[in-house]
């Protein structure tokens, strides 16, 4: 499953998947507990594939941060708590995103991507690159080749 179907909303814990759009706004259903819920469009909600984290040149894709995440922890859950102190926080999340702006990337941000990167693990999500990514990779490397 993508991370466009993947849905943070404001108020409610969790991530969750959407599963069909109303007149009204949408339905969805709890990564942690399977529970559905309607959403209305008034709701503040977030698409996974739509946040970046801000770094010192650039933002990025939480894509690909997840798939950092992915590659230091083997495809497993981190060996980090989202519960942990924040110190501790953000020195594994200097190790994954060296150049990440402490100034706009606050402790509660990276509590909330270790959490959902935790639970897109316990729900066998974890196809983070999409092929356009793969297809970029491809290319940037031919043209290197070529130089």
Do not use: C
Not at 53 to 79: A, C, H, N
Not at 107 to 128: A, M, P, R, V
């Amino acid at each position: 499953m993508a991370l466009d179907k993947i849905l943070s909303i404001g108020g409610k814990p969790g991530l969750y998947k959407l599963l069909t759009q109303t007149r009204s706004g949408f339905v969805g259903e709890s990564l942690l507990d399977g529970k559905r819920v309607t959403v209305g469009m008034r709701s503040n909600v977030s698409v996974l594939s739509e946040i970046a984290i801000y770094t010192l040149e650039e933002e990025v894709p939480l894509r690909e941060v997840f798939q950092k995440i992915k590659e230091k922890e083997d495809g497993k859950k981190t060996s980090i708590s989202h519960k942990a102190e924040k110190i501790e926080l953000e020195e594994y999340f200097f190790e994954i995103l060296p150049n990440y702006d402490e100034d706009r990337v606050y402790g509660s941000d990276i509590k909330k991507i270790i959490q959902w990167y935790n639970i897109l693990i316990d729900n066998n999500i974890s196809d983070f690159v999409t092929e356009e990514d793969t297809e970029e990779e491809t290319t940037s490397v031919a043209s290197a080749e070529e130089e």
